[in-house]
């Protein structure tokens, strides 16, 4: 098979579904899972194939790897969209919800990665990208798990792409602000420097650029898609 294909956790809805729908567009073929069947109706409309489970299981993200390479031979990108960890005031989150958050967003990139790699040094490269958010780069009280393990995988994440780069394996992470496809209040709309919520559409279509060749001598990078939430520099 020539045509590239492409892997999403999380690609039912929101952001994920938008990144599904711009890869699509790009002529790739999609490999998708979310914890409900709305990957699967996604996946019949535009001609892939999905799993129903969750990225924090090991069985699970096996399964749509397993599905992706039986179905069409190859990986040439993975996007990796979790769900959102437990919240709290910082020191009432139990050690369960902080062990909970870490198996939810920092070993589904470290056991994708495991999973990927091969298969990406075999075939001459490939990228993987993972969705976190503004918090990984400016801590937030709001969301404590979120801001420490997502900026955990920006570190790992930067590693990795040293390790692998040689191999034209790249690996990125998108950091959206406030996004339309979550239920939220208008003062997270008032926070961005534009005034308004991101629309999934633009966070898909700055997932799809650094899923494929458009972004070809990026790696390592966290991209902020915040509408100017976060001051850094």
Known sequence: MTEKVCLITGGGSGMGAAAAREMHKRGY???LMSPSDSAATLAGELGGVAHRGRAEEAADTQALFDLAME???RIDAALIHVGG?????????????WDRANAMVIKPVIRMAKLLTPVME?????SIVNITTFSALEPSLTFPTSSVYRAGVSAFTKLYSDRYGPA???MNCLLPGFTDSLDLPQKYAEMSALGRLARAEEQGKAAAFLLSDDSSYITGQ?????GGVTRAL
């Open 71 to 73: 179905t069409w031979g």
């Open 85 to 97: 960890p437990p919240k709290g005031d910082l020191l009432d989150i139990s050690e369960d919800d």
């Open 122 to 126: 075999a075939q001459g490269g490939g």
């Open 168 to 170: 034209n394996i790249r």
């Open 29 to 31: 073929r999609l490999a």
């Open 222 to 226: 966290s991209l902020r898609v915040d």
